[in-house]
């Protein structure tokens, strides 16, 4: 277990506290805290980590699906919309805006170390199964190349998590997508059509249509009671 300093443990109930309210606007959702540590290339300083917020399904359990949403921390109100649309889904929505860690000595990590960071503490740490990423604004290119399985053996080893997807919104053009590491047994087929169909409902720049597409995805499948579940 990880030991955290009395004034962090202090701050954590301000923290939560504040999180109740809009926790309660989520169905059936509560929240937790996750430790994320940016990922290294081997011999790179061990970067700071960092406490995050997780939004959480009251029925979530170990190998349900994950999003991690990294954006500015001027975007938090396109985050929480994010979190509003996923939630119902049955999916555990990770909250990563972009922000120095205090007192850190450690020079900061680039950004595709610290979505492969979140990455290994969701999948590691939580227990999440399939992970997807959104990045808005200028994370966008950050959570593509995360997806690349060049770059996510450099930072995570030939055997670590990986990316299923990535999603950039925001940025000068329509949204983008990447596909990352999509093992059969996860059932992207059913997922995918209802993460498109839940973004699209939360932001007018994800089509249902290109968004399938860009996903891999043929053609749109029948919605399932199973929602984002396993």
């Known amino acids: 277990m990880r030991c955290i300093p009395r004034p962090v443990a202090a701050g954590l109930a301000i923290i939560l506290a504040a999180l109740a ?33 997780l939004n959480l399904p009251r029925d979530w359990m170990v190998g349900d ?16 919309t994010i979190v509003r649309a996923l939630v119902p889904e049955l999916a555990a929505v ?3 805006p972009s922000r120095v860690v205090d007192e850190c000595r450690t020079p900061p990590a680039g950004p595709v170390a610290e979505v492969l960071g979140v990455v290994r503490a969701l999948q590691v740490d939580a227990g999440a199964g399939l992970i997807v990423a959104i990045g808005i604004g200028a994370a966008g290119p950050a959570v593509l190349a995360a997806t690349r399985e060049e770059v996510a053996r450099r930072y995570l080893g030939p055997d670590g998590p990986r990316l299923a997807a990535a999603i950039a ?17 996860l059932g992207w087929e059913m997922r995918a059509p209802l993460l498109c169909a839940a973004l699209a409902s939360a932001t007018s720049e994800v089509r249902p249509g290109a968004c399938l597409t860009g996903l891999g995805i043929d053609q749109p499948m029948a919605r399932s009671d199973q929602r984002m579940r396993r």
């Open 21 to 53: 309210p809009a926790a309660a606007d989520e169905p059936f959702a509560s929240v937790d805290l996750v430790w994320a540590r940016p990922a290294t290339e081997d011999g790179a300083p061990r970067p700071c980590a960092r406490l995050l917020v």
């Open 65 to 80: 699906a994950a999003v991690a949403v990294f954006a500015a921390a001027d975007a938090e109100a396109a985050i929480r």
């Open 94 to 96: 990770l909250e990563v």
């Open 169 to 185: 919104l925001g940025g000068d053009g329509p949204a983008a997508y990447a596909i990352g590491a999509l093992p059969g047994a």
